[in-house]
């Protein structure tokens, strides 16, 4: 069965860096787009970014383009999301995402439905 585990999520400073992974089993991770999705509390899961099947191409929303990175481990057994720079309103618990039909990002990767499995979450918290 299809699985994902997101870790590296914690507490940092305004500023600082954090590296999320996203872990994925019982399915070939790399022949698939996988999103990367945040939901603070009382507002509605929003998109953050999104890989293409292999490593051909990411894509970013405009409050984390050029401030996160998402990217394919050499094993490819896993997606990162490196954060840089962080602001207090990237506060939020962020998920990753995959679909079993779904292999590139498209035009409409930050429609958080464009999904069907999704992580647990990771608590990411910015704060002074």
């Known amino acids: 069965q299809v699985q994902l585990v997101e870790s590296g999520g914690g507490l940092v400073q305004p500023g600082g860096s954090l590296r999320l992974s996203c872990a994925g089993s019982?399915?070939?991770?790399?022949?698939?787009?996988i999103g990367w999705f945040r939901q603070a509390p009382g507002l509605e899961r929003e998109a953050v970014a999104c890989?293409?099947?292999?490593?051909?191409?990411?894509y970013y929303v405009a409050s984390t383009e050029g401030r996160f990175t998402v990217s394919r481990g050499n094993a490819k057994n896993a997606v990162y999301l490196q954060m840089n720079s962080l602001k207090p309103d990237d506060t939020a618990v962020y998920y990753c995402?995959?679909?079993?039909?779904?292999?590139?990002?498209?035009?409409?990767?930050?429609?958080?439905?464009?999904?069907?499995?999704w992580g647990q979450g990771t608590q990411v918290t910015v704060s002074s």
């Open positions: 995402a995959a679909d079993s039909v779904k292999f590139y990002c498209g035009t409409s990767w930050v429609d958080a439905s464009d999904f069907s499995y």
């Open positions: 019982g399915f070939t991770m790399d022949y698939h787009a």
């Open positions: 890989i293409n099947t292999g490593d051909t191409h990411a």
